[in-house]
């Protein structure tokens, strides 16, 4: 499985988007671990894993995931987070 990383400029605190992304995650019944700089994240996503790590610099917000279905493209998930983060 590839590896996807994008990054995802926010507006307003670290503590806000971290809020954002922890309940995204936690509403589909994933766990979300970490700080407001780093941490992990795992998620059931159409019965299949997705595993990724955040870092948070300044207001950009790097997302790594490194475990996904093979059939969903980077640019899906990519797309589905900023709109949850927005």
């Known amino acids: 499985m590839s590896t996807c990383e994008f990054k995802v400029p926010f507006k ?3 503590e ?3 809020n954002k992304a922890k309940d995204a995650v936690e509403s589909q019944g994933g766990t979300f671990n970490g700080d407001l700089v780093s941490g ?4 059931s996503l159409l019965s299949n894993k997705v595993s990724g ?18 059939f969903i493209p980077c640019n899906a998930i990519e797309s589905f987070l900023i709109k949850k983060l927005s």
């Not at 992990?40 to 998620?43: L, M, P, R």
């Open 40 to 43: 992990d994240f795992n998620v």
């Open 12 to 14: 307003g605190s670290a």
């Open 16 to 18: 806000e988007i971290m």
């Open 53 to 70: 790590k955040y870092l948070v610099e300044g207001n950009e917000m790097t997302l790594t995931i490194f475990e996904k279905p093979m």
